[in-house]
C-alpha cells in the first residue's frame, strides 16, 4: 500500500498528459502534489479528485493544460482542498459553483483563457486569503456579495479581466488587504471610496481603472509600508502635495502617469526607487528631487510635462539609475557635468527639450548606455568622437535636429551593436566615413525576440531584494518621408539617416555591405558621383532617399533586385539614362524621379529620344581628360598640315614651280569668267 503524503515533480521537463491512473495508489495519503513547470499538456483530466480524500494542495501552475475548469471541478462532494495552483495554463470556459470549495485558502487561476461572469457563491469561501483571477476574460459586476465573507482575504488580483467593481460608497470591507490588483476593472468615475478602509496595503495598482477625479486628501495618508502605487492610465485631477514627511519604512515604486495631474512636481519621499510621472502638467523646477539621495533612485520619468529650467547638478547621487527620461518638456541649459555620475544608466532621453551647448565629456563615462536620444535640442560643436570610442553598448543614437557641425567622426563606425543611427538635420560637413560597413548590427540577421528596446530597472524595493520592472524605450524615427513614434517594434528596425545637412564627396560603396538595413536617408546634402552599382546588395531595403543632391548616372541596374522597396526618393539629381525594370520601381509615382531632365522610361512618362542612344553623363574629370586630348590632337594635326605643304614647296623646285602657275591659271580662269559675266549684265540693263 502506497503512504506518500507529499509528491514534488516541480521545475522538470516532464510532458505528456495527466492521467489520474498515475497516482491511483495515492488516493488516501496524498496530501501535497505539486507538478509545478513542466510541459505537461492536454485536458485536466481529474474527474476522480473526490477520491483523494487528504488531498490538500494541488499545483499545477505553468504547464499547458487545457480544457473546461467547470467540468473538471463539478464535483458531489465538498473538497478539502486548500491551495489550487492553476495559474499560467490554457484552461477554457466558466467558473465552478464555489461552495464546494469552503475549505480553500489559495486560489489562483490567474494567466488561463476563462470567461463568463464571477458566481456569487465566492463570497462563501470564508477561509480564503490569496485571489488571483488577473488575465482572463472574465465580465460582469463584483459587488459586495462576492466578498461578504471573506474576513481573511489578504491578496486580491482581478486585474485586466472586463470586470465592474461596484461597491456601494458606504461598504465597509470586511478585509484588510496586502496587495491590492484591479488594473483596467472599472471602479469609476468617482475615485473608490473604500480604500479609506485599507490601513496595511504594501501594494495598490488601480490603473485604467476609468477614474475621472480628483484624489481625496485622506489618500495621501499612505501606509508606511507601502512598496508600489500604480494610478496610471486615469483622467485623475488636482495637485499632489508634498509627500516627504512619510516615512516609509521599504524603498517604494510610484507610478501617477497618464493622468491629469498639475502644479509643481511634488516633493516625494528620499527613499524611493521608481517616480513615473509622465503624461500629465506638472510645471516648474525639478530642484525638489535632489532630495532623493538614498542611492536607490533607479528610474525617473519625468516626459511630456511642462516642466522647465535648467537641470540640477545632482546627478551624483543617482549611480543606480537605470533610465531617465525628461523628453517632451521646457528645460533648457547644459547638461550638469555629473551625468557622468550615472554609472548604470541605460537609457537617457532628453529629446524636445531647449537643452544647449556642448555635450559634457562625463558623459562619456556611462557605457552601459544602450538608448541616447538628444534630438530636437539646441545642442551645438562637433560630434563627439568619444561616442565611438566609450559607449560601446549604444543601439539607438539620434542626435537629430540640433546645431551640431563639423564632420562625422569614423570613431562612430566602432558602435558595432547600434540598429538606429540618426544625425539628420545638423549642419554636419565632410564626406561620410567609409567604415560604416563596421556597424555589424546593420549587417547580421538579429534575434527576432529583440523587436523591443527593453531595460530592467528596480521597481521598489524590501529589504535586501527588490522587484524588478521593465522600461520599453520608445522613439520618434524618420520613416518613408514622416516621423512615427515606435515602441514594440523599434528593435526591429535598422536605419542610417543623414539627411539635411552640408555633407559632401560620393556615398560610399562600403554602405552597400549592411545588408540588414531597412532605410537610407541621405537626402537634401551635396553629394556627387554615382549611386553605388552595388545598391541592390541592401535586400531589406524598405525606403531609400537620395534626393536634393547632385548624384550623376545611371540609376544602376541593380536597384531592380530591391524586392521590399516600397519608397523610393531619388528626385533633384542629376541622374539620366532609362529606369531599370522591376515590379518595384514602376510601381512608384512618378515624382520620385522628378528633377532629372536626362531619365527615362516607366514610371515617369518622358520617353526615350529617338534615333539615339541617351548615354550616362561621364564624370568631370573624364570630360576634362577628354577636351585635353581633342585638343591636343587638333594642334598636331594643323601643325602637320600647314608644314606638310609648306616644307614640300620650299624644298622642291619643280613643285613649286607647278603650284605657281597653277595659282597663275586658276587666277586668269576666275578673271575671264567675271569678265563676261560683267558684259552679259551690261547688255541685259541696256536692252
Same mark, same amino acid.
Given at each position: 500500500?502506497?503512504?506518500? @503524503?507529499?509528491?514534488?515533480?516541480?521545475?522538470?521537463?516532464?510532458?505528456?498528459?495527466?492521467? !489520474?491512473?498515475?497516482?491511483?495508489?495515492?488516493?488516501?495519503?496524498?496530501?501535497?502534489?505539486?507538478?509545478?513547470?513542466?510541459?505537461?499538456?492536454?485536458?485536466?483530466?481529474?474527474?476522480?479528485?473526490?477520491?483523494?480524500?487528504?488531498?490538500?494542495?494541488?499545483?499545477?501552475?505553468?504547464?499547458?493544460?487545457?480544457g473546461f475548469l467547470s467540468e473538471t471541478f463539478n464535483l458531489k462532494q465538498p473538497s478539502k482542498l486548500t491551495d489550487l495552483y492553476l495559474s499560467r495554463n490554457q484552461l477554457k470556459g466558466t467558473l465552478p459553483d464555489f461552495t464546494i470549495f469552503s475549505s480553500l485558502k489559495a486560489l489562483l487561476i490567474n494567466?488561463?483563457?476563462?470567461?463568463?461572469?464571477?458566481?456569487?457563491?465566492?463570497?462563501?469561501?470564508?477561509?480564503?486569503?490569496?485571489?488571483?483571477?488577473?488575465?482572463?476574460?472574465?465580465?460582469?459586476?463584483?459587488?459586495?456579495?462576492?466578498?461578504? *465573507?471573506?474576513?481573511?482575504?489578504?491578496?486580491?488580483?482581478?486585474?485586466?479581466?472586463?470586470?465592474?467593481?461596484?461597491?456601494?460608497?458606504?461598504?465597509?470591507?470586511?478585509?484588510?488587504?496586502?496587495?491590492?490588483?484591479?488594473?483596467?476593472?472599472?471602479?469609476?468615475?468617482?475615485?473608490?471610496?473604500?480604500?479609506?478602509?485599507?490601513?496595511?496595503?504594501?501594494?495598490?495598482?488601480?490603473?485604467?481603472?476609468?477614474?475621472?477625479?480628483?484624489? !481625496?486628501?485622506?489618500?495621501?495618508?499612505?501606509? +508606511?509600508?507601502?512598496?508600489?502605487?500604480?494610478?496610471?492610465?486615469?483622467?485623475?485631477?488636482?495637485?499632489?502635495?508634498?509627500?516627504?514627511?512619510?516615512?516609509?519604512?521599504?524603498?517604494?515604486?510610484?507610478?501617477?502617469?497618464?493622468?491629469?495631474?498639475?502644479?509643481?512636481? !511634488?516633493?516625494?519621499?528620499?527613499?524611493?526607487?521608481?517616480?513615473?510621472?509622465?503624461?500629465?502638467?506638472?510645471?516648474?523646477?525639478?530642484?525638489?528631487?535632489? $532630495? /532623493?539621495?538614498?542611492?536607490?533612485?533607479?528610474?525617473?520619468?519625468?516626459?511630456?510635462?511642462?516642466?522647465?529650467?535648467?537641470?540640477?547638478?545632482?546627478?551624483?547621487?543617482?549611480?543606480?539609475?537605470?533610465?531617465?527620461?525628461?523628453?517632451?518638456?521646457?528645460?533648457?541649459?547644459?547638461? +550638469?557635468?555629473?551625468?557622468?555620475?550615472?554609472?548604470? /544608466?541605460?537609457?537617457?532621453?532628453?529629446?524636445?527639450?531647449?537643452?544647449?551647448?556642448?555635450?559634457?565629456?562625463?558623459?562619456?563615462?556611462?557605457?552601459?548606455?544602450?538608448?541616447?536620444?538628444?534630438?530636437?535640442?539646441?545642442?551645438?560643436?562637433?560630434?563627439?568622437?568619444?561616442?565611438?570610442?566609450?559607449? #560601446?553598448?549604444?543601439?539607438?543614437?539620434?542626435?537629430?535636429?540640433?546645431?551640431?557641425?563639423?564632420?562625422?567622426?569614423?570613431?562612430?563606425?566602432?558602435?558595432?551593436? /547600434?540598429?538606429?543611427?540618426?544625425?539628420?538635420?545638423?549642419?554636419?560637413?565632410?564626406?561620410?566615413?567609409?567604415?560604416?560597413?563596421?556597424?555589424?548590427?546593420?549587417?547580421?540577421?538579429?534575434?527576432?525576440?529583440?523587436?523591443?528596446?527593453?531595460?530592467?530597472?528596480?521597481?521598489?524595493?524590501?529589504?535586501?531584494?527588490?522587484?524588478?520592472?521593465?522600461?520599453?524605450?520608445?522613439?520618434?524615427?524618420?520613416? $518613408?518621408?514622416?516621423?512615427?513614434?515606435?515602441?514594440?517594434? #523599434?528593435?526591429?528596425?535598422?536605419?542610417?539617416?543623414?539627411?539635411?545637412?552640408?555633407?559632401?564627396?560620393?556615398?560610399?560603396?562600403?554602405? *552597400?555591405?549592411?545588408? @540588414?538595413?531597412?532605410?537610407?536617408?541621405?537626402?537634401?546634402?551635396?553629394?556627387?558621383?554615382?549611386?553605388?552599382?552595388?545598391?541592390?546588395?541592401?535586400?531589406?531595403?524598405?525606403?531609400?532617399?537620395?534626393?536634393?543632391?547632385?548624384?550623376?548616372?545611371?540609376?544602376?541596374?541593380?536597384?531592380?533586385?530591391?524586392?521590399?522597396?516600397?519608397?523610393?526618393?531619388?528626385?533633384?539629381?542629376?541622374?539620366?539614362?532609362?529606369? !531599370?525594370?522591376?515590379?518595384?520601381?514602376?510601381?512608384?509615382?512618378?515624382?520620385?524621379?522628378?528633377?532629372?531632365?536626362?531619365?527615362?522610361?516607366?514610371?515617369?512618362?518622358?520617353?526615350?529620344?529617338?534615333? $539615339? *542612344?541617351?548615354?550616362?553623363?561621364?564624370?568631370?574629370?573624364?570630360?576634362?581628360?577628354?577636351?585635353?586630348?581633342?585638343?591636343?590632337?587638333?594642334?598636331?594635326?594643323?601643325?602637320?598640315?600647314?608644314?606638310?605643304?609648306?616644307?614640300?614647296?620650299?624644298?622642291?623646285?619643280?613643285?613649286?614651280?607647278?603650284?605657281?602657275?597653277?595659282?597663275?591659271?586658276?587666277?586668269?580662269?576666275?578673271?575671264?569668267?567675271?569678265?563676261?559675266?560683267?558684259?552679259?549684265?551690261?547688255?541685259?540693263?541696256?536692252?
Open positions: 500500500m502506497c503512504t506518500v @503524503e507529499t509528491l514534488s515533480l516541480a521545475v522538470n521537463n516532464l510532458s505528456g498528459s495527466i492521467i !489520474p491512473g498515475y497516482f491511483g495508489c495515492l488516493e488516501n495519503s496524498l496530501q501535497f502534489l505539486d507538478l509545478f513547470a513542466n510541459n505537461f499538456h492536454g485536458p485536466l483530466v481529474l474527474p476522480h479528485i473526490a477520491r483523494f480524500s487528504s488531498l490538500r494542495e494541488l499545483h499545477l501552475s505553468h504547464n499547458k493544460l487545457n494567466d488561463n483563457q476563462l470567461n463568463g461572469a464571477v458566481p456569487e457563491s465566492l463570497g462563501c469561501l470564508s477561509e480564503l486569503e490569496h485571489l488571483y483571477f488577473s488575465r482572463n476574460s472574465f465580465e460582469g459586476v463584483i459587488s459586495e456579495t462576492h466578498f461578504k *465573507t471573506l474576513s481573511k482575504l489578504r491578496f486580491l488580483d482581478l486585474s485586466f479581466n472586463h470586470l465592474v467593481v461596484n461597491f456601494s460608497s458606504g461598504w465597509v470591507p470586511p478585509f484588510q488587504l496586502h496587495q491590492i490588483y484591479l488594473s483596467f476593472c472599472k471602479l469609476g468615475p468617482h475615485f473608490p471610496k473604500w480604500l479609506q478602509t485599507q490601513k496595511e496595503f504594501q501594494d495598490l495598482d488601480i490603473s485604467g481603472a476609468g477614474i475621472s477625479d480628483s484624489i !481625496p486628501d485622506w489618500f495621501w495618508d499612505l501606509p +508606511p509600508y507601502l512598496l508600489s502605487l500604480n494610478l496610471s492610465h486615469n483622467q485623475m485631477t488636482g495637485m499632489v502635495p508634498d509627500l516627504s514627511s512619510l516615512k516609509f519604512k521599504e524603498f517604494p515604486g510610484m507610478d501617477l502617469s497618464f493622468n491629469m495631474f498639475e502644479g509643481p512636481l !511634488p516633493v516625494l519621499p528620499y527613499n524611493m526607487t521608481s517616480i513615473i510621472l509622465a503624461k500629465n502638467r506638472f510645471s516648474g523646477s525639478v530642484s525638489s528631487l535632489c $532630495k /532623493i539621495a538614498a542611492g536607490t533612485l533607479s528610474m525617473l520619468d519625468l516626459s511630456d510635462n511642462l516642466l522647465c529650467g535648467v537641470l540640477p547638478d545632482c546627478f551624483f547621487h543617482w549611480q543606480n539609475l537605470s533610465v531617465l527620461n525628461l523628453a517632451n518638456n521646457n528645460f533648457s541649459g547644459v547638461i +550638469p557635468t555629473t551625468v557622468g555620475s550615472l554609472l548604470s /544608466i541605460e537609457t537617457i532621453n532628453l529629446r524636445n527639450n531647449s537643452f544647449s551647448g556642448d555635450l559634457p565629456s562625463s558623459l562619456k563615462n556611462c557605457n552601459l548606455l544602450e538608448f541616447l536620444d538628444l534630438s530636437e535640442n539646441m545642442f551645438s560643436g562637433s560630434i563627439p568622437a568619444w561616442i565611438g570610442e566609450n559607449l #560601446l553598448s549604444l543601439i539607438f543614437l539620434s542626435l537629430q535636429a540640433n546645431e551640431f557641425y563639423g564632420r562625422i567622426p569614423s570613431n562612430l563606425c566602432q558602435l558595432a551593436k /547600434i540598429r538606429i543611427l540618426d544625425l539628420s538635420q545638423n549642419t554636419l560637413a565632410g564626406s561620410i566615413p567609409l567604415c560604416l560597413n563596421n556597424l555589424t548590427a546593420m549587417a547580421q540577421k538579429g534575434d527576432p525576440d529583440d523587436d523591443i528596446i527593453e531595460q530592467v530597472y528596480d521597481h521598489s524595493g524590501q529589504g535586501n531584494g527588490f522587484f524588478v520592472g521593465f522600461y520599453t524605450a520608445k522613439a520618434w524615427v524618420g520613416w $518613408k518621408g514622416r516621423r512615427h513614434e515606435y515602441e514594440r517594434s #523599434l528593435g526591429l528596425l535598422r536605419i542610417i539617416d543623414l539627411a539635411s545637412n552640408k555633407l559632401d564627396g560620393e556615398i560610399p560603396d562600403e554602405i *552597400t555591405r549592411l545588408s @540588414e538595413l531597412v532605410e537610407l536617408n541621405l537626402s537634401g546634402n551635396n553629394l556627387i558621383g554615382f549611386i553605388p552599382e552595388n545598391i541592390g546588395q541592401l535586400k531589406q531595403l524598405e525606403s531609400l532617399d537620395l534626393s536634393n543632391n547632385q548624384l550623376s548616372g545611371r540609376i544602376p541596374n541593380s536597384m531592380a533586385d530591391l524586392n521590399f522597396l516600397s519608397d523610393l526618393n531619388l528626385s533633384y539629381n542629376n541622374l539620366s539614362g532609362k529606369i !531599370p525594370t522591376s515590379t518595384q520601381l514602376q510601381s512608384l509615382d512618378a515624382s520620385a524621379f522628378s528633377g532629372n531632365q536626362a531619365l527615362y522610361g516607366p514610371p515617369i512618362t518622358q520617353q526615350s529620344p529617338k534615333n $539615339k *542612344t541617351v548615354q550616362a553623363q561621364p564624370p568631370e574629370e573624364e570630360r576634362d581628360e577628354f577636351n585635353r586630348w581633342l585638343y591636343a590632337g587638333m594642334g598636331i594635326g594643323f601643325f602637320m598640315a600647314f608644314w606638310g605643304v609648306i616644307g614640300t614647296l620650299l624644298l622642291e623646285r619643280s613643285w613649286r614651280h607647278a603650284y605657281f602657275r597653277l595659282l597663275d591659271s586658276w587666277t586668269d580662269s576666275l578673271y575671264v569668267t567675271f569678265m563676261l559675266w560683267s558684259a552679259r549684265l551690261e547688255r541685259k540693263f541696256k536692252s
